[in-house]
């Protein structure tokens, strides 16, 4: 089963995306910070990470930033309630598979990650 992280700080926003996920039949691990999905990359295989870029403590793109640094290839997609065109440059940048701003449309969300695992091959 194809398993997603969702790095995201509000737990409401992160249980709507984990239900909705969950229903369109993906395994959903969720973590509210960058130390909590640090140690779930660790603990689990993840095919998809799911982030937000205003987390407590580290800024999301920061995180992933020293994640690339530290040689991870886990591929991402970014949610942002800012509407920063930096931080959609950035993310592009930084090789995200897409970047969504909040509120999240669900149809949107979803499409998107089956488009993920359409192109990557992950089964």
């Known amino acids: ?3 997603l992280l969702i790095l995201e700080d509000d737990s409401l926003n992160a249980n709507l995306l984990k239900d909705l996920f969950t229903l369109e039949g993906f395994d959903v691990v969720t973590a509210k910070n960058t130390h909590l999905a640090e140690d779930l990359l660790f603990k689990k295989k993840i ?6 870029i205003n987390l407590p403590g580290m800024n999301g793109l920061d995180w992933l930033k020293a994640r690339k640094e530290a ?3 886990i591929p991402f997609i970014v ?3 800012s509407h920063k065109k930096e931080d959609f440059i950035a993310a592009n940048k930084m090789g995200a598979f897409g970047y969504l701003e909040k509120p999240i449309n669900p149809e949107g969300m979803v499409n998107l990650i089956h488009q993920f695992f359409t192109v990557s091959g992950v089964k």
């Open 1 to 3: 089963m194809k398993r």
């Open 47 to 52: 095919d998809l990470l799911i982030t937000d």
């Open 71 to 73: 040689g991870s290839s």
């Open 79 to 81: 949610t942002s309630g």
